[in-house]
């Protein structure tokens, strides 16, 4: 049931003008965004890896401290819903290092920091290859309070399609 509701949330978001760049709110102290290279959708051409910007906006009045460089090191966590079946799978991140957790970047109001964030080709295909049409849940947690306690800030969703996917897409909206 959980999977469903998460499914239905990220297709909601992703469709629409803004696809790919929702975001959620889940502490109300910072925005989370992301996008590939501006794009409300990310285009896979069955090669390259795709590569994403994962941006952190502190929407309080007060400075923010994360563990910025910890943050860079591991990446956002990702979960792939495909958009035409039933089927999602949560992706590896790199091991921790838990010494950086100790150095902090200050993060002023209304300021935005970023982390990038990568899906590999590998990763992809096993989706559909060049029928490619999927949702990726991009969700970032950290300690913001000076602790280790780590606790979700927030998430985006990006919509990734196949270039043959992205031709039909246009071609429909015509």
């Known amino acids: ?48 890896n795709v ?48 010494a950086l957790l100790s150095n902090v970047t200050v993060v002023a109001p209304d300021q935005s920091v970023s982390i990038s964030g990568l899906i590999t080709r590998h990763e992809l295909d096993a989706f559909g290859g060049r029928h490619l049409d999927v949702t990726a849940e991009v969700s970032i947690n950290a300690p913001t309070d000076g602790t280790r306690n780590f606790r979700p800030l927030g998430t985006a969703t990006l919509r990734i399609v196949s270039a043959e996917v992205a031709q039909s897409l246009d071609a429909a909206r015509r």
Do not use: W, Y
């Open 1 to 48: 049931m959980h999977r469903r509701l998460v499914l239905c949330l990220s297709l909601l978001f992703c469709s629409g003008a803004n696809a790919g760049n929702s975001s959620i709110e889940i502490d109300g102290t910072v925005a989370v965004g992301a996008h590939c290279d501006g794009r409300s959708v990310c285009i896979f051409n069955n090669k390259d």
């Open 51 to 98: 590569r994403f910007e994962v941006t952190i906006r502190n929407t309080q009045k007060e400075p923010v401290q994360l563990p910025l460089a910890f943050m860079r090191s591991v990446g956002p966590r990702i979960v792939l819903h495909d958009n035409r079946a039933q089927h999602s799978r949560k992706l590896s991140r790199t091991m921790p290092n838990a």
